[in-house]
């Protein structure tokens, strides 16, 4: 039997290489004076692809305002200042043009130009956003957030040492344009990270306890090209398949985000970015996986065991128990093949830092909807078996 389920995906996709040309095409419908908001490598490693994209809303008739100070893990302080501009040139929308911090931080923007107070005030547990928050377009220059096609746009703020989100269905794109040509300037190791974070995305809305059919099946399909493709963009930035399929992992990986979630790596990993700021998202992640998957395997043998021949067909002469038990071995394989195994003394982080951690992670949401539930000690102990000894 079917179980009942929702699933909501209003953001018109605008998939294909070349179809950054079209930007003015969809947005004209949003109004006469845009934000971009644009992360400055797109403006360094992407000039000319960015300058058709500036062109193609200029042929249209469309004023643009461009802020351009992006950083990674966005902080409160970076948001507000766009926001400060949004507001002093009355933007009618916003268009996020880089990775996952840029299209996070003009969501972001998005409802601190149009609400009281700021930001930090629409976290997921505060207040939600109306509808009063500017449209949104997502441009995404890498494959790994899944931002542009998700109801979340995360954020952090410096002086708490906190790494949080909004969520909310009225900060989701009312248009990604997926262009994969775009993302042929990654630099392996944020290809690697990136494409990480589309596993972690999917396999994580797998085994949630939310889980639903058809999230399901967009999230094995994308497992499915991490597996196949992630390697290949790694080793050939240039492959343009290999980005393609990748950057359709990365839309897919949002929608499952956006209907589903994640479950205890993305609380532990928002809490290690919160605190260690030099952390990517997708390397906080690869950190914490190995002992997430040990101590969640026992609560879902049978999914654990479907990714597990995934990654390895020749699982299938054994039993689900055997090839839930091989999955770790699996993916610490894999993440050593795109470099990026690590543990937590690599990032600088110390034993006596994980009380501070287990403080944080505790607080997400994410955690009461893996197959098993963790509460302060255990999430303690996946912290300290993240550590080499």
Known sequence: MVKSFNYYQPTRIIFGVGR?????????????????????????????????MINSLHSEGIETIVFDHVIPNPTLDSIQEGAEVAKKEKVDFVIGIGGGSAID?????????????????????????????????????????????????????????????????????????????????????ITASTGFDV???????????????????????????????????????????????MAWADTLAGCCLANVGTTIPHALGQAIGGHFPHVSHGQSLAVVYPAFLDYTVDWAVGRFAKVARMFNPELEKVSDKEAAYTLKQEIVSFLKSINLYYTMEDFGIKKEDVKDLVKHAIEFPDNRVNPRVPDEKDLEELYLKSFRD
């Open 199 to 245: 596993f972690t995305h999917c396999f994580e809305s797998y085994i949630n306890v939310n889980n639903q059919p058809y999230v399901d099946m967009l999230a094995l399909e994308a497992i499915e090209i991490v597996i196949k493709y992630l390697k290949k963009a790694y080793d050939n930035p240039g492959d343009l398949e290999a980005r393609t399929k």
């Open 20 to 52: 950054r040309k079209e930007l003015g095409i969809w947005a004209k419908r949003f109004g006469k004076k845009v934000l971009v908001v644009v992360d400055p490598n797109v403006e360094k490693f992407l000039s000319q692809q960015y300058q058709e």
């Open 105 to 189: 931080t003009a969501k972001a923007i998005a409802v601190a130009a149009t609400h009281e107070g700021t930001a930090w005030d629409y976290l997921y547990f505060k207040k939600e956003p109306t509808e009063k928050t500017l449209p949104i377009i997502g441009v995404p220059t890498t494959a790994g957030t899944g931002t542009q096609t998700s109801r979340v746009s995360v954020l952090t703020n410096t002086e708490e040492k906190c790494k949080s989100a909004i969520a909310s269905d009225n900060i989701i794109c009312k248009v990604a344009i997926v262009d994969p040509e775009l993302t042929l300037t990654v630099p392996p190791a």
